[in-house]
């Protein structure tokens, strides 16, 4: 199965992700797995580019994460270069 890490989730999605697991009795994990899963496969939820832009800029207004790609390639070449040191 794939893994996917989110990086720069803002504090108040976190809080209400939380929230939202507890009630459901899930992990956080678990129910964001049950909340993209459910997104992602419903076809009443299907955006357009410019919808999702609008999305992306509600959830992140100002504060949106920057070189994220370059971030996360660097950080695989530091973990790699830290595994190949330790054999």
């Known amino acids: 199965m794939a893994m996917l890490n989110i ?7 976190h809080k209400r992700l939380r929230i939202r697991a507890a009630k ?13 899963t459910a997104v992602v496969t419903s076809d ?19 504060a949106k994460p920057e070189n994220v790609v370059d971030d996360l390639i660097a950080e695989r070449r530091n973990e790699a ?4 040191a330790e054999v």
């Open 81 to 84: 270069a830290r595994e190949t």
């Open 24 to 36: 459901a009795g899930r992990s956080m994990e678990a129910e964001a797995r049950e909340i993209l």
């Open 7 to 13: 990086r720069n989730l803002p504090d108040s999605v």
């Open 44 to 62: 009443d939820n299907k955006l357009s580019a410019a919808a999702l832009q609008s999305w992306v800029d509600q959830l992140y207004g100002q």
